[in-house]
C-alpha cells in the first residue's frame, strides 16, 4: 500500500523536501504539496522587487519539482494530527506531514516618526507587491524609513537607494547595522550604507517624518500551527526536536523558517534559505527513515558563508564558522555582488538537482561539539 506524503508549503525547505521524498522513495510514497500560490516564490529576492528592480520572483513549479510530486493548489486551514491536512475548501489524508509553512512578517504599531505614514514588509509576494507600488507612486524627495538592519532590512535599504536615489532612505537600527556579521562586518556594511546616502539612526526619536515605512525587523511564524493546536514558540514557530519530529507527534516533521528546533541541534540556527534548505532535506531523510522502520537521526547543520547585497554593484560575503559566528575573511565590492548573486541562482539549482538527482543536495555540518552537547 502506498504511503501517502504530504509537504505544506512550496518554499525552499517544501520543495526540498518534497523532491527529495519523491526522488527517493523509488514510488512507494505518494507525495503531495500544498501550496497556496500555483508557482514558487523566490523570497529573498523580493526586497529587489519592492524597491522597484526585476518583476516579481516567480517561478513555474514544473522548473523545479520531480514529476512525481502532485501539486495541490489551495490554503491549508488546520492540520489533523490524527491524519488529515483541513483546506480552506477541501481536505487531505496523509500518513506523514512535512510541515514547510513558513514564516510572514511582524505585525505592530508604527513608531516616533512615522506619524500616518503606510506600512508594509518584504515577507510575501502580495506585500512585496504593494510595497513596489506605493515606492513607485512616491515623489521626488520623499523619506521612507526601513524598520530593522538585519539583513533583509539592510538589502533594501540599498535597492531603494539604488532604484530611488531621488528618496531620502532612513533605516532604524536600533540593535546596530548587521549584527550578525560581527562588529567588523556590521561596521563595514555601515559605513558602506552611509556612503550610498542612506541614513542610519540608533533612536526612534531621531527619525524624521516619514511617509512609508516597509518593516524588515523581524518575522513570525505561520498561523497554521497555532491554529492546530501544535506546540509552538512566543513567534508562532512550530516546536520540533533536533531529529525534526513534533514531540508526541511522530508523523508530523517540520523544517524551515516556521519551526524552531529545539535543544542543541538548533541552537545556532537562524531563519534564511541556508537554514531551509537542509532542514527540507533532512525532513525528507527522516520521514524515508520511518517508513523503512530505521531510526531517524538528529540535525547536523551548520553555516559557511554570510551573503548581504548591498545594491546591484555591492556586497559583503562574511566567512562564517559552523555555528554563524563570524571569521575575518570577508569579500567586499562588486566580487561580492557577484557571489551573491551567483548564489541566488544556486539555490534554484540545488532544487532543480534535487529532483534530477535524488539525494544529491549537501550541506555545511554544525559546530563539532554538536554531539557533546
Not at 128 to 145: F, H, I, M, Q
Not at 233 to 243: F, K, N, P, S
Not at 342 to 347: F, S
Request: glycine content about 14%; proline content about 5%.
Amino acid at each position: 500500500m502506498t504511503v501517502q506524503v504530504v509537504v505544506v508549503g512550496g518554499g525552499y525547505a517544501g520543495v526540498m523536501a518534497a523532491n527529495r521524498l519523491a526522488g527517493r522513495s523509488a514510488g512507494a510514497l505518494e507525495v503531495v504539496l500544498v501550496n497556496e500560490r500555483p508557482e514558487f516564490v523566490e523570497r529573498i529576492r523580493l526586497h529587489e522587487h519592492a524597491a522597484g528592480g526585476r518583476g516579481l520572483p516567480t517561478v513555474p513549479f514544473a522548473r523545479l519539482l520531480h514529476p512525481a510530486v502532485r501539486l495541490e493548489v489551495g490554503r491549508a486551514v488546520r492540520v489533523d494530527a490524527g491524519g488529515r491536512l483541513r483546506l480552506a475548501d477541501r481536505e487531505l489524508a496523509f500518513d506523514h506531514l512535512v510541515y514547510a509553512a513558513g514564516s510572514t512578517g511582524r505585525r505592530g504599531p508604527g513608531g516616533a516618526g512615522e506619524g500616518a505614514a503606510e506600512r508594509h514588509d518584504v515577507a510575501t509576494a502580495e506585500s512585496a507587491a504593494r510595497a513596489r507600488e506605493r515606492v513607485a507612486a512616491l515623489p521626488s524627495g520623499a523619506a521612507v524609513l526601513v524598520r530593522g538592519a538585519g539583513h533583509t532590512g539592510i538589502e533594501l535599504a540599498a535597492e531603494l537607494r539604488g532604484r530611488r536615489p531621488d528618496l531620502a532612505v532612513h533605516l532604524l537600527a536600533r540593535d546596530g547595522v548587521g549584527r550578525a556579521l560581527g562588529t567588523r562586518g556590521g561596521e563595514v556594511v555601515e559605513a558602506r550604507l552611509r556612503r550610498l546616502g542612506v541614513s542610519v539612526h540608533r533612536e526612534e526619536r531621531a527619525l524624521p517624518p516619514v511617509v512609508l515605512t516597509v518593516r524588515a525587523d523581524g518575522f513570525v511564524g505561520a498561523s497554521l500551527a497555532a491554529d492546530s493546536g501544535l506546540p509552538v514558540d512566543d513567534t508562532g514557530r512550530l516546536l520540533v526536536a533536533g531529529d525534526l519530529r513534533v514531540p508526541g507527534h511522530p508523523r508530523l516533521v517540520g523544517a524551515g523558517d516556521g519551526v524552531r528546533v529545539t535543544g542543541p541541534a538548533g541552537a545556532h540556527l537562524r531563519m534564511g534559505c541556508a537554514v531551509a534548505l537542509p532542514l527540507g532535506a533532512h525532513a525528507a531523510d527522516v520521514v524515508l527513515a520511518t517508513v523503512a522502520g530505521r531510526p531517524a537521526e538528529r540535525l547536523d547543520a551548520g553555516f559557511a558563508l554570510q551573503c548581504v547585497s548591498l545594491g546591484r554593484g555591492d556586497g559583503i560575503i562574511q566567512v562564517v564558522r559552523p555555528d554563524d559566528t563570524a571569521r575575518a575573511v570577508r569579500l567586499r565590492g562588486r566580487p561580492a555582488a557577484a557571489v551573491k548573486e551567483l548564489v541566488c541562482r544556486q539555490t534554484l539549482r540545488w532544487l532543480a538537482g534535487e529532483a534530477r538527482r535524488p539525494g544529491s543536495f549537501r550541506w555545511p555540518a554544525g559546530p563539532r561539539d554538536l554531539a557533546r552537547r
